[in-house]
């Protein structure tokens, strides 16, 4: 190839930029969205008029936001038999030479999809989190004092539902993308396009679910209960629009991650040597794509009830409310193990390596979190408890609800094993790995209660509960999230985040996280329901101690973020191997290049084989990695 | 490798943990007897004082389990804790059979136990007390409670119960799903448009005024939908009830 050609290349691919790219993406699909809801205006009519514009106006948004943005590029190209990509062109569509701008294009580097995923996981956590400011600012006053009913339904619905979405993907979308492929010794993701479009369908639901405020909110919450949900406003179609979008690009997601990990990995990376990290990303995808369909299939229920007139959910035409509380708790409980074994897997992890010891039990904790996976599908019936719809249920729900703290109860055998002895090196991600567990034990004694029918009597509906998952998402996953953010962040941007200021923000948030919710504990277990806009006066003295430490938990944020900004602009530049860990991601350098190995690595041995007898290089020195360049390729 | 001195070092530290673990957990459970049963709710019927010793008990069964994983975290952290980057790595320490087993045992038998508790107290709740229930309707609607005494043709805002009778909800809802919840007697079960499903029989078992809830998101005014109940004498009720039935007659002729 000569400098000529690449010169007149470059300058194509400069002209091409703006098209395809997320401008020329928002300008089509607002178009498309606008030119949708016109013509369907024309002819709706009656009471669910609005909704089928509304509904309208998303599709056209959606199509056109991804005829704008690139997604249809290639597919089209290879329907209508053109050559097939070269492989500069795949380059080219990895973001080469595109520098930041390739973060705002349809682009196909799982480490740029990676970084994406981890802005739009903070931006949202960000969201989610002012609503949750402004719920305790609500709830701090007995009386509907700063928003009125109508307002604070939605906000806390807006808070759930945002809160769960990113907590989905808050470890498998920015970790499970960047870190994953590198991790098991692979150039990219096995469908990188697919790779890309799950990442935009996830964009693209974005601005339909907050046009919700445009139209009226939803008072359901984030549970979004039929029949309320076939009566509430306009803003519902947001709430189940958004959940289809999301599904179809976690389903996505979830078949790619699965196909990478089953596919991709380099010679010698057998299943006994994946990172646990690895397995907890895989059975969680797993479960999720086995999950989310029925809530997809809920809510596109709830759309045909509310656009066509449907009754799926309406008693008085052969309807019920319990085939959608079946249809979303079949997704609604899975979920929450969907969220935390890539938590748990990232402090299996990082235990591993801050103690420089082997996992305690590698294949009983893998054998774990499978089973976590397998009896996380068959649990969904606890909510339905005090549902009045299947007392046949009761026993064997209780019975499978208890019996999943078994294996999750080996993570923490697996934890207090491993730190036995160990040379604790106690980092900031170490912290927040260690404070994921004594949190998460919390949780899960708290959950003890509710699983069992008797006391779930006491507790179902109240703010007992909220404090209960809570401790579990924010307290144990969160918190684990936190600790990956510290993890890999040199990894993924090749500086060092600020260990003063990460030590400032655990010990905040900690503490302004048990200053909220130990307070919501008591006022749950003296019978305060949930989603009240109302305090009444006997609860005022709980809910204000936890109004006022939500304080603490902003600082802490605050803190985070800042954190983030400066280490990335100006941090000290980070070693390739940060922390002394064995596994590949560790092998490459900061940044990682484009398609991460020169050559494909050789493992040799498990990254957890430390002080092994098998294995001696790679304990004496710092950071020996447990590879070696492939002799061909 | 030098294994030998290395495990007598761990048993010493395997003994410091465990004496740990036993100190504060026999500390720890005499606090919570004590204050536990002081932090419960009031229980005005004999489910609403099983459901708070299920909480004591529970609780109590989880301090020695929760303690054990803290105490040996702690102890880990202070005692083997490097200040800064370690060079060399820990011992190379992997999980026996035995203690897999162990674990995976004990946690199990502890579940399986919640289980059978659990299975014991439904199986308590649904055996009907001796004597005919006094049935109570219960309609909800967005965002009111109505309380119908069938037996007397009587309507009512306000749930007024006879202290030590049995008493049966009968739970709907004319338009979306409610949660009919007493706090104090641990009786909750949703409000179902175009279904109406019994509650167990419960007996309230004190005198005083309690509140029903809603603990089911029901709309706009779901914070405001809540409703007196008054648990008074058998003498009061009946006077209440005939009260009541002439306010309720009354009311219609007018």
Redesign the interface.
Known sequence: MTSGTITADTARSRRSLLFPSVVSGLVLGVAGGLLAAFAVSRFASGDRALDQVVVAGYAGWTLCFFIGVGAFHHPVRWGFGRAEPTHREERELAGEGQGAWRYFRFTTDHKVIGIQYLITVLVLFLVGGLAAALIRLEQSQPG?RFLP??T??TV?GVHGIIMIAATIIMISGPFGNFIVPIAIGARDMAFPRLNALSYWLLFAAIPVFLSTFALGGF???W?G?A??AD??PAGMDAYAFTIVLFGISVAIAAVNIITTVVTLRAPGMRWSRLPVFVWGIMLSVLLGMIAFPSFMLAEVMVLCDRVAGTSFFV??FGG???LYEQLFWFMGHPEVYVIALPSLAVVVEMVSVF????V???R?VVGGMIGIALVGCIVWAHHLY???ANTPF??PF??TT??I??PT??V??????T????????TVPMLFG?GA??NF??GG?TG??L?????D??F???MFVAAHFHFTLVGGMVFGFFGACYYWFPKMFGRRLNETLGRWHFWLFEIGFYGVFLPLF?AG???E??????I?PKFAGANLIASMFFGLLIAGVSVFGYNIVSSWRSGPVAAANEW?GNSLEWTVPSPVPLENFETLPVVTASPY?????ASGPE??G?SGPVTAPATEA | ?TQRP?SG??DH?LRNVLVWWVVLSVLAEIGWLVAGPL???AAASS??V??NT??VV??AL?IP??LF??V??AY??IR???K????????????SNG??IA??GI??AL??F??I???F??YQ?STDPPGRPLIVDVTAQQWTWTFRYPSAGVSSNQLVLPVGRPVEFE?TSL???H?F?V??F?????A????V?ATNIVTPTRLGSFSV????????????M?APVKVVSDQDFAAWLRDAAQGSRGGAGA
Not at chain 1, 419 to 426: A, E
Not at chain 2, 186 to 190: C, G, M, Y
């Open positions: 509907a009913p109508s604070y339904n806390v008072d359901t919450g549970t209960y029949p309320l009566q509430a008693s008085a019920s409310q319990w103690s420089r010891k082997p305690f039990a590698y009983t005090t549902s009045g009761d026993g209780m019975l208890e019996l703290s078994v109860g080996v923490f055998l697996v934890a207090i094993g730190l036995w002895r160990g040379k604790i090196w106690l260690i567990l004594v034990i919390i004694v003890l209660y699983a069992d029918v008797p006391t009597e006491v179902h509906g109240g008591y277990l003296h019978g329901p949930r989603w009240l806009a109302y009444p002394g084989d430390y002080g092994g007898e304990v004496t710092p | 490798m290395g070092r761990s530290h932090l419960m709710p489910d609403a099983f459901a299920t909480i529970f609780t989880a389990v929760a994983v803290w040996f975290m880990s952290l083997f804790r490097v800064s980057r370690p060079s060399e790595a820990g011992p190379h320490l992997v999980a203690q897999q674990w995976l946690t199990g579940c399986l919640l289980v508790w659990g299975l107290g439904m709740a739970v338009d979306v799903v949660g919840d706090h104090a641990s009786v909750r079960l949703d179902n448009p175009g279904s499903i809830r809603c603990v089911e998101l029901c709309g706009l005014y779901h914070a405001y809540w």
